[in-house]
């Protein structure tokens, strides 16, 4: 099957569907027509719009979500990665519950922060944590705290990595390639407007799984870069996943270097494998940032590190605040989804299911020639439409993305709904069944058999 054929297929298969979409969500266009009156794109944050206009959510439960238009969705985008725990999980739905009646914001401790923290530690590789309220916050403050510590003011990030809104992680996160410089040494590119040329110069950019230019960065920085912050498997350009021994070299880099390494697990967290993505490839880095699933869908994040460096917080070396840090509600949430919910036994299960997506799903390429493949990470997998493995930005920007749109609305019209933006990956929650996965293996096998037939 030729390339063109698929193409011309695709292309097909995209605008009958988008039709097909269209005649099934006229609640939802109508209810956006209406918010676009009043909100920038009729959403509550750029990445909830996309084309042609967004599900409008009326309600979830379980792994599935119901439009306003009434239409089923058996959800894999969960919440951008958030809902581990699967939609309103009743044990979580139960102590929020309870706890809203006693409570929502005391702006002084709780036992909840504390055991909270506790049930942290003893997952990931750190002694000490921080509340925020989101990813971006997590990440903002663990690249200010490592700033305080080292007394150095730059950052290296990876090319394609998105660490959150903030402005100093705003830079080289889908740079054109008429922008971005060479491959080996990109240029430093801010993520739209509105972020100053003087913050660029803060921030070194580098491509993944390239230690290299890992090493030629903190020459050309020498005594300036305070943190190298990265996902250990980054998960904004499908799944990317590290060489053999990258991560460990990166560490031994940083550290030669005088730098700390911060490893962003706001996504891989608690979905990647119990103990995360540090526990995946037994490397513990000096910072790491949490938050989507470890609220069980509202919004609380994290940072920890070592007692020593965690210590700067302490010692009021470096500030962290927040009115809403640690509040008793989603606090009661994170305790619930991390000891009662996303246990060992259920999140092995969970990373069961996805195998078993991922396996059929790859089974179904490799019957068509379909020039794509699979990859997986814990409870999270896609579907990457390139032949050959993703190392870098660059490789991922090959992507045909005409196909890869034409495979998302194909399954969004047919009830399976993935995360809209191309550059996602589902997540199997502890609430998704094997029905939900024989449902996406049947539709997504009718996608491929029409593009490539
Ligand atoms: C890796 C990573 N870090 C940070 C963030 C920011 O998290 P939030 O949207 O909760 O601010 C995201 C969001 O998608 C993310 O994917």
Redesign the pocket.
Known sequence: MSTTTISTKALEITEREKQRYAQMTPGSQAATERAKKVLPLGVASNFQFFDPHPIVAARASGSRLYDVDGNEFVDYNMG?GSLFAGHSNPIMVEAITKQAAEGTLYTTPSVLIAEVAEALCERFPFEMVRFTN???ES?MDAIRLARGYTGREKIIKLEGG????HDLVMMSVRPPLEEAGPEDRPNTVPYYGGITKGTATEVVVIPFNDLAALEQAFAENAGEVAAFIL?PVP??MGIVLPDEGYLAAAKEICHKHGALIIF?E??TGITSNWGGAAAVYGVAPDLS?L??SIGGGVPI?AFGGSREIMGKIADWTVAHQGTFNGNPLVTAASLAVLTKICTPDATAAAIARNDRLIAGCQAIIDDTGLPAHTVKLGAKGCVTYVPERVRTYRDYKKTDFELAYAHWIYMMSHGIFLPPGLDEQWLVSVLHSEEDIDRHLTVFEGFVREVTS
């Not at 998105?162 to 809104?165: D, E, F, N, Q, S």
């Open positions: 951008y989101s990813g971006t990440t998105y660490h959150g809104h996902e998960e904004n962003d706001v996504k940032c938050a989507k994040g």
